[in-house]
């Protein structure tokens, strides 16, 4: 198949470029790679957010990526990217004019936007990953969520008007229905993670004695790395080491990297939280294999690539009970399952879990198992695909019934 991904925002080559990418350009990356090795074409359409990129750039072989010049060619925060998703749009259509894919696959909602209306003009199927919901962000960030006021509006829209919703996690798929998604319209196909890249086996970060948790995390709020900290006195002698956020040298400037801090001041675990700063992708894996446990306890969560990480590297997770970390963590199988914001159960949690070395290991094994069998990109790539065919067949079947 000829594939159109549409990723405004989060370009794959940001997961080359070391940038901190998050899991959207993670996803957008592996996704097109995974398809292109099962023998598909895929081109992924980003916005031009550097006046010296190419219009084209080969990512992987059969892996396209074309930059779209929607707005100043300059980085822009996505929560003021909207305005420029007519001239998106505007882009889309005459790049599919020349050559028509057989599905346009829209990452975020202002991808999904922008699709809808060119896929529209120009007769293509659509398919659209959400990665997140306003509507949950909203709920859950209340007047600190700085997406458009229209978001949640025209993500109800979209629900209802793309031809396939790709929802990553069981929650999702409820949210999407009560925001209006035909079911005969949804799949669920979740996120997958590196095999290759993330294994049990390999080398090992540096540690001391002291039992060590690990976050791998954006440096955001929401992430509840703060609770993490708070859950630290109530664990004597564990370590906890965090990576992401801006290169280790720029943490001082950076708002969340202070707040953490502050909190591991005022509790008086400021020598047991260590702040690595970003960390590449190829130095990851060591980190994971040091921890005794990964630590991933957002307040919520779209999907979160990196207990899968965690998992495939043998690492037992303990996670928020919350959104796509309910599907991937299985409690007492690849890790346990806490409430969000609850730094003392899971500061209990934590304690049980040092205090029980061979369910670590239990949990560890667990989790590699499940990361293995259920969540290789080949796998996601091939249900996407199943995802895709059933698209286009719906589509044809509407066609024939109007004709
Ligand atoms: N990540 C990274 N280096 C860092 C911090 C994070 O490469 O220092 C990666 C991490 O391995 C994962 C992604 O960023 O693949 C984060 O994805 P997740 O779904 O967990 O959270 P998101 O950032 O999408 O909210």
């Excluded at 978001?151 to 798929?173: F, G, K, V, W, Y």
């Excluded at 999907?303 to 037992?316: I, S």
């Excluded at 040092?354 to 249900?383: K, N």
């Amino acid at each position: 198949m000829r594939i159109a991904m549409v990723s405004e925002h989060a370009s794959p080559l940001a997961v080359l470029g070391g940038v901190d990418a998050g899991g959207q350009n993670v996803h957008v990356a592996a996704l097109s790679s995974a398809l292109a090795a099962s023998g598909h074409e895929v081109t992924v359409y980003t916005r031009r957010d550097d006046a010296d990129l190419p219009e084209r750039l080969a990512f992987v072989d059969n892996v396209e990526v074309v930059h779209v010049d929607a707005g100043p060619a300059t980085p822009v925060p996505k929560d003021a990217l909207l305005p420029h998703m007519r001239a998106f749009e505007e882009e889309l259509v005459k790049h599919w004019g020349h050559g028509r894919p057989d599905i346009a696959h829209a990452h975020f909602w202002m991808s999904g936007l922008a699709s809808l209306g060119a896929a529209g003009r120009v007769g293509v199927p659509t398919a659209l990953t959400y990665h997140a919901l306003g509507s949950v962000k909203r709920a859950e960030q209340g007047h600190k969520d700085s997406s458009p006021a229209e978001r949640c509006l025209i993500e109800a829209m979209l629900a209802q008007r793309t031809d396939r919703l790709i929802a990553t996690s069981n929650e999702e798929i409820f949210s999407l229905l009560r925001m209006g998604a035909r079911p005969s319209s949804t799949s669920l196909v979740p996120c997958g993670v590196d095999l290759a890249h993330f294994t049990v086996e390999g080398p090992v970060h540096a540690r001391s004695a002291a039992r060590r948790i690990v976050v791998v995390s954006r440096l955001v709020e929401r992430k509840g790395i703060g609770n993490v900290i708070e859950a630290l006195p109530s664990v004597p002698g564990a370590e906890l080491v965090i990576a992401g956020g801006p290169p280790w040298d720029q943490l001082d400037d950076d708002v969340e990297a202070r707040r953490l801090r502050s909190i591991a001041a005022d509790r008086g675990v400021e020598d047991r939280v260590q702040l690595l700063g970003r960390v590449e992708r190829a130095d990851l894996p060591a980190l994971y294999r040091s921890a005794d446990v990964v630590a991933c306890t957002p307040w919520y969560e779209p999907f979160g690539l990196v207990a899968l990480e965690a998992m495939a590297c043998g690492v037992p997770v303990v996670a928020s009970a919350v959104g796509g970390l309910i599907d991937t963590v299985v409690d007492g199988v690849s890790g346990v399952h806490v409430p969000p914001r609850r730094p003392d159960e899971l500061a209990r949690v934590l304690r049980g879990l040092f205090a029980a070395p061979a369910q670590l290991r239990t949990l560890g094994a667990g989790g590699a198992r499940r990361a293995g069998q259920r969540y290789s990109w080949r796998a996601v790539a091939a249900e996407t695909v199943d995802a895709y065919r059933a698209t286009r067949a719906k589509v044809v079947e509407v066609v024939e019934r109007v004709g």
